[in-house]
């Protein structure tokens, strides 16, 4: 079965600066998706980035971008210039690439905090 | 870009009443919906997954006695919290998956939060 792991409860980064948030999962599928979605004291949960397997090429989203390493099974997020709005949780998901009705394996989540 | 959306927003009901959520997929017909249940500060948990006209598929572990849920349309699925609790209290969130979409991408709902008292 597949899972996923957020090894980091919570991180929290200064205005402006980097941080990465770290996510591993396990699965013996060639052809899968990965996403990053944040959920903001709001509740909504909002997609920031997907990443396709298949694809060697790191996805990025203007100040998200991913470090896709697909033999060592990791994608992390990292988020630049980080800012007041960043402040949120987000999830790592996996998804196979078809079957399973689509469904989406989650991480346990990142408390992430912006510092002013 | 897609939207989803639900209600109530939020609904306080007394022990022993029933409770039906609605998830509406707005601008898009989704085939596929998923319900989801989310504890304070944790991640979230799939309930089931509900397909247009056919039985939702649930979870094990989730009462389908107690979580009725029917999608009968290819824009709105319902969750009905039969015989409600105080343990069933929580945020409940619905996604509906884009049937013509490739990627088959997920939108999610704002969310439901119930309160049993």
């Known amino acids: 079965a597949q899972t996923v792991t957020q090894s980091q409860p919570e991180m929290s980064v200064q205005e402006a600066e980097t941080v990465t948030l770290s996510c591993t999962y396990d699965?013996?599928?060639?052809?899968?998706?990965l996403f990053w979605y944040k959920q903001p004291p709001s509740r909504q949960m909002i997609l920031v980035i997907r990443q396709e397997a298949y694809k060697q090429q790191n996805a990025t989203e203007n100040r998200f971008s991913v470090n896709f390493q697909k033999a060592a099974k990791s994608f992390s997020l990292k988020i630049s210039d980080s800012q007041l709005g960043d402040a949120a949780m987000y999830f790592c998901?996996?998804?196979?690439?078809?079957?399973?009705?689509?469904?989406?394996?989650w991480g346990a989540g990142t408390k992430l905090i912006i510092k002013p | 870009g897609a939207v989803v959306s639900q209600h109530p927003s939020w609904v306080i009901c007394k022990s022993g009443t029933s409770v039906k959520i609605e998830c509406r997929s707005l601008d898009f017909q989704a085939t596929t919906m998923f319900w989801y249940r989310q504890f304070p500060k944790q991640s979230l948990m799939l309930m089931a997954t509900?397909?247009?006209?056919?039985?939702?598929?649930?979870e094990q572990g989730v009462e389908k006695d107690k979580f009725l849920i029917n999608h009968a349309s290819l824009t709105l699925s319902t969750l009905t919290v039969t015989s409600a609790h105080p343990e069933d209290s929580s945020f409940y969130i619905c996604?509906?998956?884009?049937?013509?979409?490739?990627?088959?991408?997920?939108?999610f709902g704002p969310g439901t939060r119930l309160t049993v008292l």
């Open positions: 699965t013996s599928e060639s052809d899968y998706y």
């Open positions: 998901a996996y998804r196979r690439d078809e079957g399973s009705n689509y469904q989406l394996i």
């Open positions: 509900s397909n247009e006209g056919s039985k939702a598929t649930y």
């Open positions: 996604s509906a998956r884009e049937s013509l979409a490739g990627v088959g991408e997920q939108f």
